[in-house]
């Protein structure tokens, strides 16, 4: 058992971080800006709620953070009474906040001045994947702390990869965010079109997926699609963050993403529909909105 600090408890880190409680029997603090969350989260899952995320941190083993943003990073982390205030020596520090490479490095540094590690790790699979404990985490960090920390983050994981040097979580959490967009507007246009057509989508999805188009959102998604229902998982407004991190990145490296532009465009339409809070998959609505 492990003595561990969760700071961040929204949609991603609060089942998360039960899992820890329910599932790894670690002793668990949690901070959340908004108290009556982390108050929730020790009457359902136990542990206790600390004042502050110098206070969570203060002994822990491991420190994660869940957070919205860099600012908000650098807020819970870096601030008078951030995290790494308490941080120490032979700690490690865990990000699970879908961030820029910058700031995962930045943190690494200094982690390292403190005698701690630091990974940063974004997730992928949604709310149903940290509620269910099946995350895809990938890590960019030294080998020493991912080792160290590979086993806690099993506990809601069903793969853990240590990709690079720091920053090259974030970098992969790019690269999956880049082909999960494309993905998803070209079954969005493929249903519209099936559905234009007057084809039995139940079918055609039913053939076509045993072959070459086959892909996770086309097996999980289509019918929720076709049934204009977009309430499972994440918001158009977290990608459209998303993109704009990778957009920086991609500035700077010099790599073309023509599609993803388009893709985030149309995403600004979703949002001008009211579908800010909408699941990624509602792409689809932009197309038939003269339908409905």
């Known amino acids: 058992m492990s003595k561990v600090a969760w700071i961040g408890l929204g949609v991603m880190g609060f089942p998360m971080a039960g899992h820890l409680t329910t599932r790894g029997g670690h002793d668990v603090v949690v901070f959340n800006r908004t108290r009556a969350k982390a108050e929730a989260f020790v009457a359902r899952f136990g542990g206790k709620a600390a004042g502050s995320p110098a206070e ?8 994660f953070t869940c957070v919205g943003n860099d600012d908000d990073l650098r807020a819970v ?5 951030g995290a790494f205030a308490a941080l120490g020596q032979g700690a490690v520090f865990i ?4 961030a820029s490479a910058t700031i995962a490095r930045e943190l690494h540094a200094a982690a390292g001045e403190h005698g701690a590690g630091a990974l940063d790790a974004p997730v992928s699979g ?5 509620e269910n404990g099946t995350l895809t ?23 853990v990869n240590l990709i690079g040097a720091s920053g090259a979580g974030q970098l992969t959490k790019m690269v999956n965010q880049i082909c999960i967009g494309g993905l998803i507007e070209g079954l969005a246009e493929a249903l519209h079109f099936g559905m234009r057509a007057g084809l039995d989508m139940e079918k055609v999805i039913d053939t076509i997926s045993k072959g070459a188009a086959q892909s996770w959102q086309m097996d999980n998604r289509w019918q929720t699609m076709t049934a204009g229902k977009f309430e499972f998982g994440f918001a158009v407004d977290w990608v459209r963050k ?6 920086e990145e991609a500035r700077r490296n010099g790599a073309e993403l023509p599609v ?3 893709v985030d465009q149309f995403y600004a339409e979703i949002q001008a529909m009211g579908g800010g809070r909408w699941d990624t998959s509602s792409l689809i609505a932009r197309l038939s909105r003269e339908e409905s």
């Open 137 to 159: 985490v990938m890590v960019g960090g030294d080998a020493a702390d991912f080792d160290q920390a590979k086993t806690v983050i099993d506990v809601y994981a069903r793969a």
């Open 242 to 247: 998303d993109f704009a991190i990778l957009f």
């Open 56 to 63: 969570a941190a203060d002994g822990a083993d491991f420190v």
């Open 260 to 262: 993803t532009a388009l």
């Open 126 to 130: 949604g709310q149903s994947g940290a």
């Open 77 to 81: 982390t870096l601030g008078a009474d």
């Open 95 to 98: 990000d699970h906040t879908t």
